[in-house]
């Protein structure tokens, strides 16, 4: 049994792993952004390069539990969307609008229903 496994076996722990994955696929993202729309030259594949790599990293992490990722996905999407806001904020110095503030909590209320409504 892996470390990501195991600590994918504790609601904690899983909700670790799912923010480091949520990071690396936020992260590796804006590296096609920066590649796409804000470099040049030899930039542009070194932002490629480095998106792919990083995309590979939460592509394995993600996978090395095994755990019922459909159950989790509500509670991902939602992890996912306050991380790619914190990337956008750090990296491109973008603060979302009133929408996209609407919109999320909504997504974050959804994951939060999704990870503790018992039936």
Request: charged share 10%.
């Amino acid at each position: 049994m892996n470390l990501a496994e195991r600590m994918a076996g504790h609601p904690l722990g899983a909700l670790l792993v799912m923010a480091v994955a949520a990071f690396l696929e936020a992260y590796g993202d804006s590296f096609f952004q920066i590649g796409m729309h804000r470099s040049a030259g030899f930039g542009r594949p070194m932002a490629f390069g480095a998106g792919v790599a990083v995309l590979a990293l939460y592509g394995a992490l993600v996978n090395l539990p095994r755990w019922d990722f459909g159950r989790l996905i509500g509670v991902y999407v939602a992890i996912f969307f306050v991380m790619a806001q914190i990337v956008n904020k750090v990296r491109f110095g973008q603060s979302p609008g009133l929408p996209v503030w609407v919109g999320g909590s909504m997504v974050v209320a959804g994951g939060l229903l999704m990870a503790f409504w018992r039936v």
